[in-house]
Every structure is written in C-alpha cells, then in structure tokens.
C-alpha cells in the first residue's frame, strides 16, 4: 500500500471544476436541514428563523472544517470568470449558513442555568489542568482501555 504524507502547505489542483462543482453542491446540500434540500441551487433561506443551526455546525468530525478545506480547494483551481462566479455563489452560501450557526450559539447562553458565583467556585491548583482536576487539585485516574478489556498492565 502506497502511503501519502500530508502537507499541510498541499493544495490539490482539481482538474475538472465542473465536475467537482455538482459533487460539493450535492454534498453541501445533503448537509443541509431538511427544507433547504431538494429545492434546487442556489439553496433557499426562507425557513432560518425554524432550524436549529448548532447541529448544522457539528456535523461529522471534523465539521465546518471539511467545508473550508473543500471551498480551498475549488478556489485554487479556478480558471475563468465562470468559475469564480459559481464559488462565490457557494461560498455565499457557506457564510449564510455560518453566520445562523454563530447567531444560534449566541443565542445559547440566554437559556442555559446561570454559572455560579466566582467565589464559590473552587479553583484547580494549575489553570493548565484544569479540566481534569479534582478538588484537592490531583488528576482524576482513568483506567487504560486495554486493562478494561482484560489485557493487563
């Protein structure tokens, strides 16, 4: 099997735009909630103010990154003013989509519990652990996966 690096650097030139063009509308679109699909391009917007736009923004595991990645690569390979008009379009589309996610997650602290008072907080020993300390500021212990499943030390 022949292994790739990755570059960070590495931008793919996409031969055929067209092509790659219809396959990143489609998927887009399939990313889409449920009224935006199968309207045809360019996607409506009519319905925002209904959708839960935060789980738009958590799909898969890498997300919006996928989305930035793929846009980097059809914009590198741009050839005419055909072209460009088309990826702005989408890229129109993309920061649409963006900015509900955005204003959704602003909207989440208005509803959540209010955090309690500073002071009453008990503050881990090092700000760098914090997010695994206990509350006499040692590391909590997590069992390896291997010895939960049976494979000793």
Not at 87 to 114: G, N, T, Y
Request: net charge positive; proline share 7%; with cysteine.
């Amino acid at each position: 099997m022949n292994k790739r690096s990755y570059k960070a650097d590495f931008i793919p030139f996409v031969a055929d735009l067209s092509s790659y063009r219809g396959g990143w509308v489609a998927w887009w679109t399939s990313c889409q909630p449920a009224w935006r699909q199968d309207k045809g391009w360019p996607l409506p917007r009519d319905n925002a103010s209904t959708t839960n736009w935060v789980k738009v923004g958590a799909r898969g595991q890498s997300g919006l990154f996928l989305v930035i990645m793929s846009t980097t690569w059809w914009a590198a390979s741009i050839k005419s003013e055909k072209d460009r008009a088309e990826f702005d379009e989408a890229v129109d589309d993309v920061r649409w989509v963006i900015d509900q996610i955005i204003d959704s997650l602003k909207a989440l602290p208005a509803s959540a519990p209010s955090a309690p008072e500073e002071s009453s907080r008990k503050r881990p020993s090092s700000p760098d652990i914090g997010w695994m300390a206990r509350a006499d500021g040692k590391r909590k212990p997590r069992p390896s996966r291997r010895l939960l499943e049976g494979g000793g030390i």
